[in-house]
């Protein structure tokens, strides 16, 4: 009686295997992500110069940590 209700307890079921993602499906979002670390890497790393976008050293200060963190000089 016991082995009965022990068993009853305990669920028994089989792992399901769930189907791989298409390719479709995640090609837009890998290149979103893509473009996303790219512009963040242009910010950390080249933002200031001839490059600049933005005028002034505002942007370098926000990013200055991330630029000795990733190897970049900056001064």
Known sequence: MAEAVA???I????????APLPVRAVLPWA????????IALYF?????G???VFSGAGVHEWVHD???LL???CH
């Not at 669920?11 to 769930?18: A, D, E, K, R």
């Not at 290149?31 to 996303?36: D, E, P, Q, T």
């Open 71 to 73: 190897g970049f000089p």
């Open 44 to 48: 950390v790393g080249a933002e200031q």
């Open 50 to 52: 001839a490059t600049a």
């Open 7 to 9: 068993s009853a307890a």
């Open 11 to 18: 669920p028994t079921t089989v792992g399901s295997l769930s």
């Open 31 to 38: 290149v979103f992500a893509g473009l996303l670390m790219l």
């Open 66 to 68: 991330g630029r000795h």
